[in-house]
């Protein structure tokens, strides 16, 4: 049963599905969206957003998965694939970043999901955007967060999941931010670790 969160609000994952959870996909889905007016067809342009996986220990970047670097150096974080145009609106993942949360390393804490218009496009030029959590063993979707109301930033960090005493949870985060790549959200990621 999946859970619709809103901006602040956190699942534990184990509790979600009841069992165990050995790997999750954060999938990121999005379209461009429709330009109104007689040339609106006519001057419309593809979106291209990307998923990041940033991996900390406590307030130290660790690695980062991304479409330049698609497997995290120990091998636990894994990126699908770079998807240049996102889905016309049809409802799939168009990036997918999977997480083995029993092979994350001891050290690493946190992993921070963000998304960034690498071409430089605001999110009023996106629609139906979101990212969800997955079982991936089942299919199960264990949590979902809508990004509303489009805006005049470039990026978002979306999610995070976190360790605490063995227990993985999940946060949505929501918030704004500008910059084409996650190396420009640090600063703000910094103050949601």
Not at 166 to 182: D, L, Q
């Amino acid at each position: 049963m999946s859970i619709n969160l809103s901006k602040g609000q956190e699942i534990i994952l184990d509790k979600a599905s009841n069992r165990p959870i050995r790997v999750v996909r954060m999938g990121l889905g999005w379209k461009a969206a429709q330009r109104r007016g007689l040339f609106g067809r006519l001057t419309a342009r593809e979106v291209d957003l990307d998923a990041s996986a940033v991996l900390f220990a406590g307030t130290e970047v660790i690695d980062v998965v991304f479409f330049q670097h698609l497997v995290s150096n120990d091998g636990s974080v894994r990126h699908t694939g770079d998807n240049l145009t996102g889905g016309a609106g049809r409802g799939g993942d168009d990036e997918s970043i999977l997480v083995d949360l029993q092979h994350v390393p001891v050290h690493v804490d946190q992993v921070v999901f963000t998304v960034n218009s690498f071409t430089g496009q605001t999110f009023t030029e996106v629609d139906n955007a979101f990212c969800r959590l997955v079982d991936e063993s089942t299919g199960e979707e264990l949590a979902r967060y809508t990004l509303s109301g489009g805006g005049k930033h470039t990026a978002q960090i979306m999610a995070k999941v976190d360790r605490t005493s063995g227990t993985w949870r999940m946060s949505a985060i929501g918030e704004p931010a500008n910059g084409r790549t996650f190396e420009d959200l640090l600063p703000k990621i910094a103050g949601h670790l």
